[in-house]
């Protein structure tokens, strides 16, 4: 064919492929740009909890949403420093903390006590060094009316008593043991701090002065505290659990758990487990842009009313 009469770009793949054709030698294939080199980057492995090793404080540890969690941490291999008034099942606790991967060390306190929580505090950093996660777990409940009306005059109210112990406990607790673990994990270069709020924190509910005003503390708080904090790389956050069934739970009448899964949008009553679960993801690497939140762990309850 004459050079005239030759396709422009037919001539041009000619040329290149005359200019780089080496003898004797497999000819390289020539990339246009409508034929481009498919570049494809190494799958990434998922991201680990980087939770190995951490100590995690968890306060109200022995049982239920607490004891959940610490086996939930455990699993992962981390230091699981467990906290409680209680003492009756502590040893078995130590054994399926052990069984789960995790080591134990546990201490006998009442978060209310001020320097029984600074004495814990510095008692665990003498032991493993550091404190990298906390978890404000325990609380409890003393139900009553504020004022409950018959006829003409109270029949009962709720006592400084009834309220006093629950705000020492639920919110107070809250306080003495963050304040004493805050000043090692600046000292640690960070840490997370989970409080377990609930939803009728958000909700309110009757017959629950005293614990609903302890719960929208701890909402207040962490919130406060994730301002102050979070320049130290701490992380603060809360969980508002909904209808879980613990054993204090399962203990009610049957006929108000009915009711209680009745309010729920996805029908059911929540685990232990459930509430477990947040608490790992929001103390791991996964979750190291969440601050200042509050993750509600109730099937739909805050959604549903």
């Known amino acids: 064919m004459p050079r005239s009469e030759q396709n422009p770009a037919a001539e041009g793949v000619s040329q290149l492929v005359e200019d780089t054709t080496v003898p004797s030698a497999p000819q390289p294939r020539e990339f246009t740009p409508i034929d481009p080199p498919v570049v494809r980057e190494p799958r990434k492995p998922a991201r680990e909890s980087g939770l190995l090793g951490k100590v995690v404080v968890i306060t109200g540890a022995v ?5 959940a969690t610490a086996l939930r941490f455990a699993e992962e291999g981390a230091r699981i420093a467990a906290w409680d008034v209680s003492t009756e099942t502590a040893p078995q606790l130590e054994s399926a903390i052990k069984r789960a991967g995790g080591e134990s060390h546990f201490q006998a306190l009442d978060v209310s006590d001020a320097s029984a929580v600074e004495s814990a505090a510095a008692a665990l950093v003498g ?4 404190i990298d996660v906390l978890i404000n777990n325990a609380g409890i409940v003393r139900d009553a009316q504020l004022v409950k009306w018959n006829g003409g005059s109270p029949e009962s109210i709720m006592s400084e008593d009834v309220w006093d112990s629950v705000i020492g406990v639920n919110l107070k607790g809250v306080f003495l043991v963050t304040r004493a673990v805050v000043p090692h994990m600046i000292k640690g270069g960070g840490g997370v701090i989970l409080s377990a709020a609930s939803v009728v924190g958000l909700l309110g509910n009757f017959g629950q002065t005293n614990y609903v005003a302890s719960k929208a503390g701890v909402i207040g708080m962490t919130r406060t505290w994730a301002r102050e904090l979070g320049k130290y790389k701490i992380r603060v956050n809360a969980v508002a659990p909904g209808f879980i069934a613990t054993d204090m739970v ?4 049957p006929k108000i758990l009915e009711g209680m899964v009745a309010r729920t949008p996805l029908g059911r009553a929540g ?3 459930d509430v477990a679960n947040t608490y790992f993801w929001l103390a791991s690497d996964q979750a190291s842009f969440i601050h200042g939140a509050v993750i509600s762990v109730d099937g739909g309850v805050v959604i549903g009313t």
């Open 271 to 273: 685990t232990s487990e």
């Open 63 to 67: 049982a239920g949403i607490g004891r």
């Open 250 to 253: 399962r203990a009610m009448p």
């Open 127 to 130: 032991h493993w060094g550091r």
